[in-house]
């Protein structure tokens, strides 16, 4: 069995991004990890180079600044990196997200159980989308609970958007992805990243979605989808993490949004039915 990492890149430095962590997290069950690098105003190739791997291939890329159409900037970057993998699996990681090195059996072992299984076309992963501090997550249906990150490489696939996969039955109507869990954890650590750069990212990227760029203030959420973590993060990214101590301090008189309010009452049902309404992007699939 062979494993194509990959993901793309633009600017990963300035923008705070723990992309070599990220790579690191995975390099031991993967063939290779290519990366689809857009022209960056920083050291990010210098960094990548610095990873001292055989595994590492670099494709370099022009972005199309006139492409602002749904992000899908994107999904042409995730694609020409994805296209250059030769495994058997594509393994997609982006370049805020780690893999904990207590779970790369685990990962490695459903890869090759369902390598020859057509019924499985993907491997979803469970989030924990860290917020304001390395010990703080979110728990919210607004939040995706479940990805799959991993995608059979010998199936018509193409991703709409930076974030999935759409496969293409028959060519005529894209579906989701049939997919299993793995049982492995995703560390999502996007917002641990400073304010500043995380504004900074959403200055540079509004424009490829034709949003108004409105800043971000992390004390600004709704305080009561706020949880202590009380795990362990990846050994690879524990130098990057800030060090902070307890719980992030949201806003208490925070002002709930639309948007925050329909999640606190979706909720409310999930936890009287006891079940998880959160968006996915993938199939059960039937083994």
Known sequence: MKVSGFTFLRNGEILGYPFKESIQSILPIV??????????EDNTEEI???????????????????????????????????????????FYLEGDEVVHENDLDKIYETMKKYKDNPNVEAIGFDYIHFYGNANTY?????????????????????????LYWVVMHKNKKGRYPYAVMSGAKMYHYGWVRSEEQMNLKLKKVKKYWKHKYEPIDYREIDPTILREFKGTHPKVIQDWLPKEEGIFKANPNHKLTKKEKKHRLVRKIEKLFNIDLSKKHFKPAKV
């Open 31 to 40: 063939d290779e990890f290519v990366i689809a690098l857009g022209n960056s």
């Open 48 to 90: 990548l180079k610095s990873i001292k791997s055989d595994k590492i291939r670099i494709i370099k890329t022009i972005w199309n600044e006139n492409m602002q159409d749904r992000g899908f900037i994107y999904a042409q970057q995730k694609n020409i990196a994805h296209y250059n993998c030769t495994g058997d699996w594509a």
């Open 138 to 162: 979110v728990d919210s249906p607004g939040w995706y609970r479940r990805e799959v990150r991993i995608i059979k490489n010998n199936i018509r696939v193409f991703a709409p958007g930076g």
